[in-house]
């Protein structure tokens, strides 16, 4: 059925689809309608599921996790400080390996307190063993809940995934989508089934204390969850695929790539922009292409080394800003691509902070810089300089 | 012949790693006793994360989820959620948190979840101090105590936090306090509250031989002065009407107290300060019985 939905309905219809079983949630603008339009559902009987209006995003992600610890599927969504006061129990929930999905609606962090577009909050949390998918569209959004429970709740890789949506440019932004219809959901999404879920008829205990001998071992299979992931996100599309007849190209669709003597690397909403610009670029005779980071967790180390043997340069937009030498997607492609032997030049791009609009002349000129460099560099772009600030 | 009121079946095994004379394995050792084997608990950080054993061993026969150390209220709610959502909703959920993961760090999402009105039993086991971490002052650590970071000279200056008048405010169906060294009674109170539904909540207190500073052997013996010289008083909250459920016992403070080395600094005035406090907290605790005794009448 083809309708109009914001992204953050595109959430919530997704979590109903996925039948998720238990709903907790506190909350913040502008994941709210999210969760507001999830208790509407419950309310009105057309969703099954435990609804919890807990007093904190702590509390939210704990009462998902001990809910999923007795194979119960889940669903949360926060944004920015909830994403940050969730980090502790992120780590909970990677090492439990209960497969959560949560919506996170990318926000500025504060201080100085914004609402707007970035995604600092959810980049911020690239160590605590989530599974990070980055959309575009509200299709892509809707459709990326569905397959994020069927990557997160694979045997092999059993870890909580978030579907992550730009404030605003997403969240309340109205775009057709196509809806699945729930027999072609369930077809699709079977039930959970947790081997390890907790049960008193085979009492166990789940989060032991491990000592030196075991602890490294546990950690190296999470790690292997994750490496899994990498794996089964490309199963998860195909068999997407052959039910719904779309897809979204894993986690590094590339546009105009083959020959191309640039490349913008970028994720979120930035990517369309950022594919009309390519086009334009290469009307005008330049060979230029994107490549649109869709998970950023697991990180698509083996595309990102093909993508590099083709291209000589490759430009990254990092809409989060994390301290060290350049954006996180800068450092962590400079890292994969680069050797000893060389590998294409990696120049890095921070911009669109704090819902700053991302303007086509900006991504332009982002193009245009790496084409006419040759040295790798990091530079803020769009800033105004001599900004004066009160004594 | 007295019938034997403690159930026999034992849901936990020897081999937990508590110190020796621990307070706390008899609190869980009885919660076990009174309420298993269809339950399920969720620990936090605490001296009962480690006591368990470490992975794969564990003392406790029941399913154990450990969370995070201030979201047990949290964890009892999800698990309570997740059992519903399965159709397990004859298993009865279990927050079994210390004094500092429930009286300081996890008070937030204990009261969010008895505002909520969870459906699950809470024990709070109260050794008075941060004691898994070395003897740590906690909101829960007496007045005049000694801790690690309440030296002595510097010793405690602020009251006991009252758990129990926090968890009254909320309304809850049913609070009680209890101690190891009355297990009767303790048993009894988790008995009737099983079959009670919403948040149900425990205080119990577990005294500690290295965190008090007392021979291991005199552990029972101590829970039962504290009760006796009403410095822990037990009583019920059920469904809003007070009632003391041992009121017996002329103890004093002075006896109370000078059987621990966390108190050895205390000077006669300060003794007679916790007598006067002691005595103040009794006749209230009277008085609310004597009232609500009115109003439910």
Redesign the interface.
């Known amino acids: 059925m083809r309708t109009t939905l914001t992204g953050n309905h595109a959430q919530s219809l997704a979590a109903k689809l996925a039948r998720v079983q238990v709903v907790s949630a506190y909350p913040i603008t502008p994941q709210t309608t999210i969760v507001e339009q999830i208790a509407e559902f419950v309310a009105s009987g057309e969703m099954p599921a435990e609804f919890l209006e807990v007093e904190s995003e702590h509390s939210a992600l704990q009462a998902c996790i001990s809910a999923a610890a007795v194979g119960a599927r889940t669903y949360t969504a926060t944004s920015s400080q909830g994403l940050l006061l969730m980090h502790e129990l992120l780590h909970w929930a990677s090492g439990l390996r209960v497969p959560i999905v949560m919506g996170v609606v990318n926000r500025a962090v504060a201080p100085p307190w914004s609402i707007y577009a970035d995604h600092t909050d959810a980049v911020a949390q690239r160590d605590t063993g989530w599974i990070q998918y980055y959309c575009e569209s509200n299709q892509e959004v809707l459709d990326t809940v569905l397959q994020a429970y069927r990557l997160a709740e694979d045997p092999r890789v059993l870890l909580p995934a978030m579907v992550c949506e730009d404030a605003f440019f997403l969240s309340h932004t109205f775009e057709p989508v196509d809806v699945p219809t729930q027999e072609e959901v369930d077809a699709f999404l079977p039930p959970l089934t947790l081997p390890y879920a907790l049960d008193p008829d085979r009492p166990a205990r789940l989060g032991s204390y491990m000592p030196p001998e075991q602890y490294m071992e546990h950690r190296r299979n999470v790690a292997q969850g994750m490496e899994a992931a990498a794996e089964a996100i490309g199963d998860v599309e195909r068999a997407f695929f052959e039910r719904f007849g779309r897809d979204h190209g894993g986690a590094l669709p590339l546009f105009a790539c083959k020959d191309a003597d640039a490349v913008l690397l970028t994720s979120g909403t930035a990517a369309s922009t950022a594919r009309a610009v390519v086009r334009a670029m290469r009307a005008d005779g330049l060979k230029v292409g994107l490549a649109k980071l869709r998970v950023f967790r697991p990180w698509p180390v083996e595309a990102l080394r093909e993508l590099a043997q083709r291209v000589p340069r490759i430009a990254v937009l990092d809409r989060s800003f994390t301290f060290g030498f350049g954006g996180a997607l800068f450092q962590e492609v400079r890292n994969s691509v680069q050797s000893p032997k060389g590998g294409p030049l990696v120049r890095g791009y921070i911009a669109g902070l704090g819902g700053r609009d991302l303007v086509p002349e900006m991504l332009r000129g982002i193009l245009e810089d790496a084409l006419a460099h040759d040295e790798p560099d990091v530079s803020w772009v769009g800033i105004k300089e001599g900004t004066a600030w009160p004594a | 012949m007295a019938r034997l009121t403690i159930p026999e079946r034992e849901l936990m095994t020897s081999g937990h790693l508590g110190c020796p004379g621990c307070g706390a394995t008899l609190v869980m050792r009885y919660v076990l006793k009174a309420l298993g ?4 608990l ?1 620990v936090p950080a605490c001296c009962w ?2 006591m ?5 061993r ?1 003392c ?9 150390f ?2 047990t ?7 309570r ?6 159709g ?1 909703r004859d ?1 009865t959920v279990v927050g079994f948190a210390g004094d500092g993961g429930t009286a300081d760090i996890g008070l ?2 204990l ?2 979840a008895l ?2 009105g969870v459906d699950a039993i809470y024990v709070m086991y109260d050794n008075e101090a941060y004691m898994n971490t070395g003897v740590q002052r906690s909101g829960a650590t007496p007045w005049g105590a000694w801790t690690t970071t309440t030296p002595a000279g510097r010793e405690k200056g602020q009251e006991k936090k009252d758990m129990m008048r926090i968890v009254a405010a909320h309304d809850v169906p049913y609070a009680a306090t209890a101690s190891i060294a009355f297990p009767e009674d303790f048993v009894k109170k988790l008995e009737k509250s099983r079959d009670i539904r919403g948040p149900r909540f425990f205080h119990v207190l577990a005294p500690c031989p290295p965190g008090w500073k007392y021979p291991p052997e005199e552990t029972v013996r101590l829970g039962r002065l504290a009760v006796d010289a009403r410095v822990f008083p037990l009583y019920e909250i059920d469904h809003g009407r007070y009632r003391i459920t041992r009121k017996a016992g002329r103890r004093t403070v002075r006896e109370y107290v000078e059987k621990q080395g966390r108190f050895a600094h205390l000077t006669e005035e300060q003794v007679a300060e916790i007598q006067r406090r002691v005595d103040s907290r009794w006749a209230k605790l009277e008085s609310l019985e004597k009232a609500t005794a009115e109003v439910h009448a």
């Not at chain 2, 084997?37 to 399920?40: D, E, G, H, V, Y």
């Not at chain 2, 406790?60 to 995070?68: E, R, S």
């Not at chain 2, 209220?73 to 698990?79: K, P």
């Open positions: 084997p269809r339950i399920m969720t994360a480690v368990s054993g470490a992975f794969p564990t406790v026969g029941v399913p154990f989820l450990d969370c995070a201030e979201a209220g949290a964890s009892i709610q999800g698990l959620a997740g059992l519903d959502a399965r397990m298993v937030q999402s009261s969010g505002e909520r």
